[in-house]
Nanobody, 110 residues
């Protein structure tokens, strides 16, 4: 199983970023997928989940600002992040609920 997140970077408060996660090594079309994040000194938290049918569920901390989506033809999930806040600074990871992939760092700072 391979899960490779990308798209992180430095963004100003109020800005947007779109993360991608390319998956391989398992049946992606039958997998519930998720995004989590881990800020320095904190535990990893699950922030968004997407069902096989494409329905998203969000943690309260990101609800209304982040949108999870999937492209089954590309074995990829995405996380569109809008209205970013400094407290969104973290390493973001994707998961198939069995494995966590390598993360991508998002820094929100002016």
């Amino acid at each position: 199983v391979q899960l490779q997140a990308s798209g992180g970077g430095l963004v100003q408060p109020g800005g947007s970023l779109r993360l991608s996660c390319a998956a391989s090594g398992f049946d992606f079309t039958e997998a519930i997928m998720a995004w989590g994040r881990q800020a320095p000194g904190n535990k990893r938290d699950l922030i968004a989940t997407i069902s096989v049918a494409g329905n998203g569920i969000y943690a309260d901390s990101v609800k209304g600002r982040f949108t999870i989506s999937r492209d089954n033809a590309k074995n990829t999930i995405y996380l569109q992040m809008n209205s970013l806040k400094p407290e969104d600074t973290a390493v973001y990871y994707c998961s198939n609920y069995d494995t966590w992939g390598q993360g991508t760092l998002v820094t929100v700072s002016s």
